[in-house]
Each structure stands twice: as C-alpha cells, then as structure tokens.
C-alpha cells in the first residue's frame, strides 16, 4: 500500500533504477498493481503499423508503470526526496508533511 503517500499530479523523484534522480509529475496511480506513470520516466518505444487512422505509422516514445515503491515525493524546501508524514494544520485537518516540516500541498482535482 505505497500508493496512501502518493496523489496524481505529485512531484517525485525517481530512487532507483534506470532513471534514478529523474523528476517528473505523476501523471496516473494503478492501485491495483501498485505502480505509477510518472512524466518522462521509464521511456519505452511503442512501434505502430499505419492505419487509416494513423497513415504514417511509425515508433512513438511514451511512459511506461514504475513501481510505486522507487518514487519519494519531492519536499517543497530542498527540492529532494522526501518521506511523507500526517501533520495537522491549525483548523485540525490532516495534512502532508515532509521531513522538512514543509506543507506537501495535495493537486487540484480535476
């Protein structure tokens, strides 16, 4: 259940594989896989025949899932990986928190 820390449109940074140290927004969760798709992370060519649609055919570069688990949210202070924590703000509602101390302030929905 590594997805809880995660929300779609989050800025991470990615901890391990290929493309460690590379940032990106999330961009879709899939909960039941425990992966996500991350902008510009994990690269993979997707080789298309022509259609009627499509005529020209050809190779198109789009994201790939990664685990959830090389993500960590990126902290709004440093700019690096960060663990997530439940704070509370002032009117005593649950809030993201990074190591820092710093809001994660949760995308606009929609």
């Given at each position: 259940?590594?997805l809880?820390?995660?929300?779609?449109?989050?800025n991470?940074?990615?901890?391990?594989?290929?493309?460690?140290?590379?940032?990106?927004?999330?961009?879709?969760?899939?909960?039941?896989?425990?992966?996500?798709?991350?902008?510009?992370?994990?690269?993979?060519?997707?080789?298309?025949?022509?259609?009627?649609?499509?005529?020209?055919?050809?190779?198109?570069?789009?994201?790939?899932?990664?685990?959830?688990?090389?993500?960590?949210?990126?902290?709004?202070?440093?700019?690096?990986?960060?663990?997530?924590?439940?704070?509370?703000?002032?009117?005593?509602?649950?809030?993201?928190?990074?190591?820092?101390?710093?809001?994660?302030?949760?995308?606009?929905?929609?």
């Amino acid at each position: 259940m590594a997805l809880a820390r995660l929300r779609k449109g989050d800025n991470v940074v990615v901890i391990s594989g290929k493309d460690k140290g590379k940032k990106g927004k999330i961009l879709r969760l899939l909960s039941d896989d425990d992966k996500v798709v991350v902008e510009g992370v994990n690269l993979i060519k997707r080789h298309l025949r022509p259609t009627p649609k499509n005529p020209q055919g050809g190779i198109l570069e789009r994201e790939a899932p990664i685990f959830a688990s090389k993500v960590m949210p990126v902290d709004p202070k440093s700019g690096k990986g960060t663990r997530i924590r439940v704070g509370k703000d002032d009117k005593g509602h649950k809030i993201r928190v990074g190591t820092s101390g710093e809001e994660i302030v949760a995308p606009k929905a929609g």
